[in-house]
């Protein structure tokens, strides 16, 4: 992890998407820089320092998921996001919840070979050209056919001729037996060990898709496999991030009947949180710092519901606050890639251009708080119904509008909303 990443910077960094919710960004800006301060440990005390994890308590839609998320891109760790209520559906079985560190290590694999495939790109290319020219004219073509195929390619002018290549087929599902991961059967993985690569497969597909696909399978060939997984591992083990969402859901008292088995859920999770070992494809992986945000809403049922060894695990608590319509506007308006900002890029690609007037933008945030009054409250999810509604005429008509320029203002807002907005019934559907 980088030195620069400071609580202050990290905070910051947050600030640029996330509106408000000072104390939680506050917190995980200290969790994870604490990983950092714990890396500068000698050994033996950096194994004694546990990572202190967070419970945010907050209603639904109000940035949990999203400032944990963005936390992770920022520190560039693998991140997985579970609903506890996942584990007392129908079927669960106790082991299940080692899944979830089953599928970080998975999410740090993928992370690392991205990181990696960078590093082996020219070459990559270089390969996948040569193998998209033999499908293009042949592997006995003239030195000049090829290259002025090679000219076509890069000029964009083949991207939708479709061609036939041999591509490895993707992986099976593993059978996940009873018993655990050190069992589980992947027919890719034992054809592999019987000599050869992935099997191949011939396949249709258009020049701009299969060269995505070559550019991938020839990186990967240049990548050595076990180096990937043995560091993707210890990346999931000191740098993952779980995300533990309706952890409330779980929580005792919340339910009638059910109890048992949610206690149970609590249960299992409680070593994975305390630090376990957990059996993967790849190795053991030891889940001793991995950093856990769990998130409820606590309408019901309260944290201390849970069980006291369960919150003693989740010594951080924040609490997140509803969101405004005053908090609507400043998402609107002054968060990177804010949704009107996506909506004018997506336009201006059939050269319509579209503009937010300051009045248009009151609007949209004052009807999106009505609903969530009226209707459900879901917080700034609602900003994306209301926004897809609004734009919805637009977008459809975009090809007939090519150079012209829309002002979305109040009078637009409400010439497209306010009929629905004002009909609960309606708008229950609709927005
Ligand atoms: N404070 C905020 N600032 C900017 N955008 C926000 C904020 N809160 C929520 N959003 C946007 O709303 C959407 C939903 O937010 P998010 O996934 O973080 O909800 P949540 O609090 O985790 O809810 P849940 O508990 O239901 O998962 C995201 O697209 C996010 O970008």
């Known amino acids: 992890m980088n030195n620069s990443l400071t609580p202050k910077a990290i905070v910051a960094a947050l600030d640029a998407h996330i509106i408000g919710q000072q104390d939680a960004k506050r917190a995980v800006a200290v969790a994870l820089r604490n990983r950092w301060r714990r890396q500068q440990l000698s050994p033996d005390l950096r194994d004694e320092v546990s990572p202190k994890n967070i419970l945010m308590i907050g209603p639904t839609g109000c940035g949990k998921t999203e400032i944990s998320r963005r936390l992770a891109k920022l520190a560039d760790a693998p991140f997985v996001k579970v609903e506890a209520t996942k584990f007392t559906e129908v079927g669960y079985v106790g ?70 290549i041999e591509v490895e087929q993707a992986p099976s599902m593993p059978f996940d037996v009873p018993g655990g991961a050190p069992q589980m059967i992947n027919l890719t993985e034992m054809m592999k060990s019987f000599g050869g690569g992935q099997p191949l497969k011939r396949r249709k597909l258009n020049v701009r898709a299969a060269w995505d696909k070559l550019v991938e399978e020839e990186a990967d060939k240049r990548l050595d496999q076990d180096d990937v997984n043995r560091t993707a591992l210890a990346d999931a083990e000191a740098n993952g991030i779980v995300f533990l969402d ?35 494809k790849y190795g053991p992986m030891k889940t001793d710092h991995v950093l856990f945000i769990a998130s409820g809403a606590f309408h019901v049922a309260k944290p201390s519901d849970l069980l006291p060894e369960l919150q003693g695990r989740l010594p951080i608590r924040v609490e997140l606050k509803g969101l405004t319509e005053a908090d609507f506007v400043a998402i609107l308006s002054d968060t990177k890639a ?15 251009e579209i503009a937010f007037a300051e009045d248009g933008i009151a609007a949209v945030a004052k009807i999106a708080a009505e609903v969530n009054g009226q209707v459900e409250n879901i917080g700034a999810r609602r900003l994306q119904t209301v926004m897809e509604k609004l734009l919805e005429e637009v977008s459809f008509d975009a090809e007939d509008r090519g150079g012209s320029t829309l002002t979305i203002d109040a009078a637009y807002v409400e010439k497209q909303l306010s009929g629905i907005a004002r009909n609960a019934d309606l708008s229950r559907f609709v927005l």
């Open 95 to 164: 082991r299940d919840v080692e899944q979830i560190a089953r599928d970080l290590v998975e999410e740090a694999i993928r992370l690392e070979k991205e990181r990696r495939r960078t590093a082996v790109k020219d070459k990559a290319e270089e390969a996948a050209l040569a193998r998209l020219l033999d499908a293009l004219v042949g592997k006995d073509a003239s030195q000049a056919t090829r290259e002025s195929f090679r000219q076509r390619f890069r000029d964009g002018h083949l991207d939708q001729t479709e061609i036939e």
């Open 246 to 280: 309706e952890i409330d859901k779980i929580a005792v008292s919340d339910v009638r009947g059910g109890s048992v088995s949610r206690e149970g859920v609590q249960r299992d999770l409680l070593p994975l949180i305390e630090g376990t070992t957990v059996a993967t």
């Open 338 to 352: 804010s949704l009107p900002a996506q909506y004018r890029a997506l336009l201006a690609t059939e050269g319509v």
